[in-house]
């Protein structure tokens, strides 16, 4: 449903990011592709094909119940060409189910969706530097996107230090099916990012990256009660990484702090820890810990002990204040993503290499969300919120 794909801070979103990065923009502000090494040098080439399955089975929980389940499986082909082209292709397909609140944590109701994505990136590397081009194209019952996005490297001579730029637009056309949406709305985001990779030490790389949105159209929620956003919505956001490298043993520590505004009002901090330690010549173990805060929404509105206008359906939702804003054209919204909030993310992947062309890999991540753990004044009233995920992968290269 749109209200899972449409949506920057659920932990549903997050995960099924982890199987397919429609943007190249969007890898660029995550840093995985600049990161990843221990060198800033240009990329080169790959020089074998792989073939990358994953499956991911999520669940998010509220209260005394479960309300979201997603399976997903997908499947990336990576074909080098010539020795200087390669083409990045991925198909995802996941299945929603489960129960979805009107309004905070409340009035729940029934979800069932499919989604279906394909993307594909094909990059020229260069001696000191690569080009890409990408696209990518989403589908669920109320829900298309379609993607197209540029990025570009340069690496200095010395090899040092890597810059990074990217170009995206994203168009989305939301279908109607509920009552608050009688016609196709449209949404449309440009992404700009922009990053710099520095070897500081033989062991130590840092890195920074800014990117920027610019969207208009249609970002309400058509499944929540009286949800009315602003037309336009423009963010920044700052990424800065460390990689530290230990020698003796081949561990890596991995260290990130995200900061984030938009024009809503919502200021978010993310804090981020992994370490990825050996455990003999085939086994690899990386344990994660993250930390996310949130502001809210300068147009989001708590839960109300008692309010002269709700009845049995809309017991503690503030109706008398939102309702009349929503009828008059202004901006409310009783979606709890949009509250004032602070979650904590721990996790544990195993790896395994068989020989020299297959890797085998478990992942498990909880995620929990309260208000009180919110940096500064958290929103009041809300039910707890939380998930977990498991993913399984099987990689070949040949």
């Known amino acids: 449903m749109s209200k899972v794909a449409n949506t920057e801070n659920t932990g549903s979103k997050q995960l099924l990011q982890a199987l397919s990065q429609s943007s190249l923009v969007a890898a660029l502000a995550s840093g995985a592709a600049l990161i990843a090494s221990h060198q800033a040098a240009a990329e080169a080439a790959p020089e074998n094909a792989q073939i990358n399955l994953k499956t991911l089975s999520y669940q998010d929980y509220q209260g005394s119940g479960d309300r979201i389940d997603i399976d997903a499986e997908s499947l990336q082909v990576l074909v080098p060409i010539a020795g200087q082209w390669s083409i990045n292709a991925t198909a995802v397909h996941d299945a929603i189910s489960g129960a979805s609140p009107r309004y905070h944590s409340s009035a729940l109701t029934d979800i069932t969706d499919k989604r279906d ?198 017991v503690g939702a503030p109706i008398s204040v939102v309702y009349p804003l929503y009828a008059e054209g202004g901006y409310a919204s009783m979606d709890q993503r949009l509250s004032a909030f602070g979650a904590l993310t721990y996790g544990l992947k195993i790896s395994r290499q068989f020989g020299e062309s297959w890797i085998a890999d478990v992942k498990f991540e909880r995620y929990e969300q309260k208000g009180s753990w919110a940096l500064g004044s958290g929103s009041k009233g809300l039910d707890s919120f939380g998930a977990r995920s498991l993913q399984f992968g099987l990689r070949h290269s040949f």
């Open 117 to 314: 994505a394909y993307s594909a990136t094909v990059t020229r590397y260069f001696t000191q530097g690569t080009a890409a081009l990408g696209g990518s194209y989403s589908k669920e019952r109320d829900y298309i996107s379609r993607n197209i996005s540029a990025q570009g490297s340069y690496a200095t001579p010395s090899q040092n230090t890597s810059f990074i730029f990217g170009l995206g637009y994203t168009r989305d056309d939301i279908q109607p099916n509920s009552i608050f949406l009688d016609h196709t709305e449209h949404k449309k985001v440009v992404d700009l990012a922009l990053g710099i990779t520095q070897v500081v030490t033989q062991n130590d790389i840092a890195q920074i990256n800014y990117r920027h949105t610019r969207g208009t159209g249609y970002f309400s929620d058509q499944y929540k009660l009286y949800d009315s956003r602003p037309d336009t919505r423009n963010s920044d956001s700052l990424l800065l990484r460390w990689n530290h490298h230990f020698a003796g043993n081949a561990d890596t520590l991995r260290t990130a702090y995200r900061y984030y505004r938009d024009s809503n009002d919502i200021k978010a901090h993310t804090l981020e820890f992994e370490y990825d330690m050996s455990l003999g010549d085939a086994w690899r173990v990386t344990p994660l810990l993250r930390y996310y805060s949130q502001s809210a929404a300068n147009f989001y509105f708590d839960p109300v002990a008692n309010d002269p206008w709700a009845d049995a359906d809309t």
